[in-house]
């Protein structure tokens, strides 16, 4: 008697490949491995999801529309981005490999432009043109996505070293020894600066404040300019 393939549906597709993308990041995610852990054949995959790709697709959407909701509107133009960006950094730091979907798919979805677009209404009352506005806004979207990757990447790193070593060196342990065989015109500032403990601000939110603040105080510079040459 032929064994019966299990009832699947769309939302138990994409509960399992969170739970995949969590467990071996994006580079390991595949069909075959997802329909192993569904219990069906891949090909059965395909009347729900046509690609790999339509599944990123449909979860991108999915972190979006949760950045919508956490997303509460509220202030001018710079309280709205402001609040974007952390909202944004929120979810996307909850979500396993969400910033790597959120930068490898199209607005083909529908909360994926409402994302866009609300973005695009934070600095809307702004005097910038309509491409300076594009322009802050693929920027801002920029510096989020690569600080929460960033953070991603640094963790994945340490613990694939700490790993390897078995856990008999520190992770930091290399760097230490390399600083110590160059000279102080090669390496001196990034040696000051790691001795003094300053890279360990690296994702943390002291950093992400800053950094935020930086893009939003350059804008706010470019509207003044603005204004004072018209």
């Not at 390991?28 to 852990?37: E, G, N, Q, V």
């Not at 949760?66 to 609040?83: F, K, N, T, V």
């Not at 979907?101 to 994302?115: G, K, N, Q, S, V």
Request: with cysteine; glycine share 6%.
């Amino acid at each position: 008697m032929k064994k019966q393939q299990p009832q699947i549906s769309e939302d138990k597709i994409l509960a399992v490949s969170w739970a995949l993308l969590g467990e071996g990041g994006i580079e390991k995610f595949s069909m075959r491995r997802l329909a192993d852990r569904l219990g069906i054949q891949a090909p059965s995959l395909y009347w729900h999801f046509k690609s790999k790709q339509a599944i990123y697709q449909r979860l991108a959407n999915q972190v979006s529309r949760m950045i919508l909701e956490a997303h509460r509107p509220q202030g001018d133009w710079s309280e709205q981005l402001r609040g974007m960006a952390f909202a944004i950094r929120s979810v996307l730091s909850q979500y396993p490999c969400s910033t790597q979907l959120m930068m490898a798919t199209l607005p083909h979805e529908p909360d994926i432009i409402r994302f866009n677009n609300r973005m695009l209404q934070c600095v809307e009352p702004t005097p910038l043109e309509q491409a300076h506005k594009l322009q802050v806004v693929l920027t801002l979207m920029n510096y989020v996505f690569n600080f929460v990757l960033d953070d991603y990447e640094h963790q994945r790193n340490v613990a694939a070293l700490v790993q390897e070593e078995g856990g008999t060196a520190q992770p930091g342990d290399r760097v230490t020894h390399l600083l110590d065989s160059m000279d102080e015109h090669e390496a001196g500032l990034f040696r000051s600066m790691y001795k003094n403990r300053l890279f360990e601000l690296m994702g943390t939110d002291e950093a992400f404040e800053f950094g935020l603040q930086v893009i939003l105080l350059g804008v706010q510079q470019v509207i003044q300019r603005q204004k004072t040459q018209s």
